[in-house]
């Protein structure tokens, strides 16, 4: 099966994201963690948003993970595959915690 290419729209959008994921503290890149796993699982993360929003994290982090929401659900299936590969070469380790946290949400409901 062929796969689409990635629209110029969306490509500026992932690269966007991951600009700000290289200027994020490990505290955002938890919270970003997190908000992936949800994004990635629906349903079968129980997520940490609502705890961590008490935490004070800095106005432009939260205007950037509204963002980050908005392209997600904008990108298909193989947009959304494209931006994970471009973080893991980004960041090994953060895309590696990401695929365990997805490995054990197997078999939940």
Not at 10 to 37: G, I, P
Not at 41 to 66: A, D, H
């Amino acid at each position: 099966m062929a796969t689409e290419p990635i629209s110029y729209v969306t490509l500026q959008e992932q690269r966007c994201v991951l600009n700000w994921f290289q200027n994020w503290t490990s505290a955002q890149k938890e919270r970003f963690l997190h908000d992936l796993l949800g994004k990635a699982v629906p349903g079968k993360v129980c997520t940490l948003l609502e705890s961590l929003s008490s935490l004070q994290l800095p106005n432009i982090f939260e205007c950037q993970l509204r963002l980050w929401t908005q392209w997600f659900e904008s990108w298909g299936e193989e947009e959304r595959n494209h931006f994970l590969h471009m973080l893991e070469e980004q960041d090994p380790v953060f895309v590696a915690h990401f695929y365990r946290g997805v490995a054990g949400t197997a078999g939940r409901d």
